[in-house]
C-alpha cells in the first residue's frame, strides 16, 4: 500500500499554521478565521448522536487530524483510536490532546491501517470526518468493504462534510466548476457525490447509509452533507 491513498491535498498545510491554531492546522475556518465553540457543538453533537455514542464504545476516527474534534467525542465514550497520515498532526494530537492511555493517536495512512491495522475487533463506532471526499471512487469502496469486513464490532460509520453534487451551484455562486473538477478526489473539496450516488457506494459495501442534513445555522449547511451508516450484511 501507497504512504498516500487519499488525495488530499493539504498534507502539508498544518506546518504553515500557528503550533496552536488547532482549527486552522484542519482547515476548518470561515474567511480564513476558525470556526467557533457554537459550530464545532453542532458537529459534536451530529456525531454523537449519528453514532449512538455511549460509555462503553470505543472509537475509530479515520484521518483525525491533530485530535481537537476526537477529544470532544472521546469524552463521550471509552476512548479510541485516532489515524492520521500528518506527522505534524499527530504530534499535535499525542502532545496536546491525548489524556490518558485510552485515547491513542497513530501515524498512518487511513486505508492501510483500515486493510492491515491490528485488533480491528476493539472498535465499535468509526468516524470520517472532512477527508472522505479525497478517496476515490476505489480506495472509498476499499475503505468501506474493509471497515465491513475486518471491523465486525463496528455498527455504525460516520462520514462527515460531504460535498453534495445536488447541490454543488450553491458553493460555486462566482464561477463554474472546471471541467472534472466535481469528480477528482484532489481537488478543493475532493470528489462531490449526492446523497444516492454516497447511499449506492455503501450499498454495495454492506451498509445502508442515511444522509444528515445540518440545520441551516451550521457554517456548510448549504453545500454539504454527512452520512451515517450501519451494517446491512456481515463483512
Ligand atoms: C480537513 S482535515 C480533517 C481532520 C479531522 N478529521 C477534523 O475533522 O478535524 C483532513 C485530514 O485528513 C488527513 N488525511 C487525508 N488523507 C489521509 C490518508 N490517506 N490517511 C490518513 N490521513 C489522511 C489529513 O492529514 C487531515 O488531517
Excluded at 465514550?77 to 490518558?100: H, K, M, P, Q, T
Aim: some cysteine.
Amino acid at each position: 500500500m501507497s504512504s498516500d491513498s487519499s488525495r488530499y491535498k493539504f498534507k502539508h498545510h498544518p506546518e504553515t499554521c500557528d503550533p496552536e491554531d488547532y482549527w486552522g492546522q484542519v482547515k476548518r475556518t470561515v474567511n480564513g478565521k476558525p470556526v467557533s465553540p457554537e459550530q464545532i457543538g453542532l458537529i459534536v453533537d451530529s456525531i454523537r448522536d449519528g453514532l449512538q455514542l455511549g460509555s462503553d464504545d470505543v472509537l475509530l476516527d479515520l484521518c483525525c487530524g491533530n485530535g481537537a474534534l476526537t477529544s470532544h467525542l472521546f469524552d463521550g465514550c471509552a476512548g479510541g483510536l485516532g489515524v492520521d497520515y500528518s506527522e505534524f498532526l499527530i504530534e499535535v494530537a499525542n502532545r496536546r490532546f491525548s489524556r490518558n492511555p485510552s485515547e491513542r493517536y497513530l501515524l498512518a495512512d487511513a486505508l492501510d491501517y483500515v486493510l492491515n491495522g491490528q485488533n480491528p475487533g476493539e472498535f465499535t463506532k468509526v468516524l470520517c470526518y472532512g477527508a472522505f471526499p479525497y478517496f476515490g471512487p476505489d480506495a472509498a469502496r476499499s475503505m468501506l468493504r474493509g471497515l465491513n469486513r475486518r471491523f465486525g464490532r463496528v455498527t455504525h460509520l460516520y462520514l462527515g462534510q460531504l460535498p453534495d453534487k445536488s447541490r454543488i451551484g450553491r458553493f460555486f455562486t462566482d464561477r463554474d466548476p472546471a471541467p472534472g473538477e466535481a469528480d477528482d478526489p484532489g481537488s478543493l473539496l475532493g470528489l462531490w457525490r449526492t446523497p444516492d450516488e454516497l447511499a449506492a457506494l455503501a450499498e454495495d459495501a454492506g451498509w445502508t447509509a442515511r444522509p444528515i442534513h445540518q440545520p441551516d445555522r451550521f457554517f456548510a449547511s448549504h453545500y454539504r452533507f454527512d452520512a451515517v451508516l450501519t451494517r446491512r450484511r456481515a463483512g
